[in-house]
């Protein structure tokens, strides 16, 4: 594990980051002449596997008759031409959302990940964990739910993004007032987590730990 929250996960809350304010050097793929029947994206000539585009990324696609023109989870590769889409869903074990069936489709894949994977290792320096603190007494794989930080990791995602955005727009005011925003929002959801670790694979915690504490739950 090297993310605690997905590019879907930041859809739901900013879609204009995958479409008119995506950073352009983060885009791992886009094309032409793609076609969408339902679920299923095929786009002759891409190979979506080479380009390391997996699960849980989002797809900008617009077809020429604007029957499709937003932003779509990315559900599974299936073929390196070939994924399986849907419309966000409110839940991600929801069954899949069919799009419309659409012809002379463009593409676009940006990510996140290098992002997400910075506040990964901010997180798990603030929580002691390894891989972040290297001789921490937790490693990741020892919380029994990570769940629990997959808002606060969003939340300090598009802070850091909406920072970045500031020193590059002409909107600079605005985005800098967003970034301070989603900076304020982290620092409350971080301060709200409680995350228990596991270190028998039981199932039962041995220690839970908030923002800012660390409580022994059994010898």
């Known amino acids: 594990m090297n993310s605690f929250s997905?590019?879907?996960?930041?859809?739901?809350?900013e879609p204009i980051l995958f479409g008119d304010l995506h950073f352009a050097g983060q885009e791992l793929i886009s094309g032409?002449?793609?076609?969408?029947s339902g679920s299923v994206l095929n786009a002759p000539g891409a190979n979506f596997m080479n380009n390391q585009i997996i699960a849980g990324m989002v797809v900008n696609l617009r077809s020429e008759d604007s029957l499709i023109d937003d932003c779509y989870e990315i559900i599974?590769?299936?073929?390196?031409?070939?994924l399986t889409v849907s419309i966000m869903r409110a839940d991600g074990q929801a069954e899949i959302i069919p799009l419309k069936d659409?012809?002379?489709v463009s593409y676009k894949i940006c990510t996140y990940q290098a992002q997400s994977n910075?506040?990964?290792l901010q997180l798990t320096q603030h929580f002691g964990l390894r891989p972040g603190v290297s001789d921490g007494q937790y490693s990741v794989d020892d919380i029994l739910d990570v769940s629990v930080l997959r808002q606060v990791s969003v939340y300090g995602i598009l802070s850091g993004v909406y920072a970045t955005l500031s020193g590059k727009s002409d909107d600079k005011e605005n985005y800098w007032k967003k970034s301070q925003y989603y900076r304020g929002l982290y620092e409350k959801a971080l301060q709200r987590c409680r995350?228990?670790?596991d270190l028998g694979d039981d199932g039962i915690a041995d220690s839970v730990?908030?923002?800012s504490s660390v409580r022994l739950m059994r010898d």
């Not at 032409?32 to 969408?36: D, P, R």
């Open 32 to 36: 032409i002449g793609a076609n969408v």
């Open 195 to 197: 995350i228990s670790f």
């Open 102 to 104: 659409a012809e002379d």
């Open 76 to 82: 599974s590769i299936d073929s390196a031409a070939q």
């Open 209 to 211: 730990r908030s923002g």
């Open 118 to 120: 910075e506040i990964f």
């Open 6 to 13: 997905n590019d879907v996960d930041i859809l739901k809350y």
